[in-house]
C-alpha cells in the first residue's frame, strides 16, 4: 500500500503538517502504552514510553514552530513584493 502523501514536496507546509501528524500519532501510541503500563505497574515501561510520549510532543512543538515560522516569512515577501509583480501572478 503507497502513502498518499507522497506527492508531498518537503520543506512546504504540507509536509511539516503531514510530520506533526505522524508525531502526534505516535505520541498517542505512546500515552496508550504508557496508561497500560501504569494500569499493570510496570514502572520501567511506564517510564520509557513517557519518555517517548515526549519526545514526540517536543518534535510536533519544534515542526508547528517551524511551520509559523515558514508562513511568516512567506507572508513577509508576498507583501514585500512589488505591485507590478502581484498583478503579473494574478
Known amino acids: 500500500m503507497s502513502d498518499p502523501h507522497d506527492h508531498i514536496a518537503y520543506g512546504t507546509p504540507e509536509a511539516y503538517r503531514q510530520f506533526i501528524a505522524e508525531t502526534l ?29 515526549v519526545a514526540c510532543t517536543r518534535a510536533s512543538v519544534s515542526a508547528m514552530a517551524d511551520l509559523k515560522d515558514m508562513k511568516a516569512e512567506q507572508a513577509q515577501r508576498r507583501q514585500a513584493q512589488p505591485a507590478s509583480l502581484l498583478k ?3
Open 25 to 53: 500519532a505516535g505520541a498517542e501510541i505512546h500515552a496508550n502504552v504508557a496508561r497500560t503500563y501504569a494500569e499493570i505497574g510496570n514502572d520501567a515501561g511506564l517510564a520509557y514510553a513517557i519518555r517517548c510520549l
Open 88 to 90: 503579473e501572478t494574478a
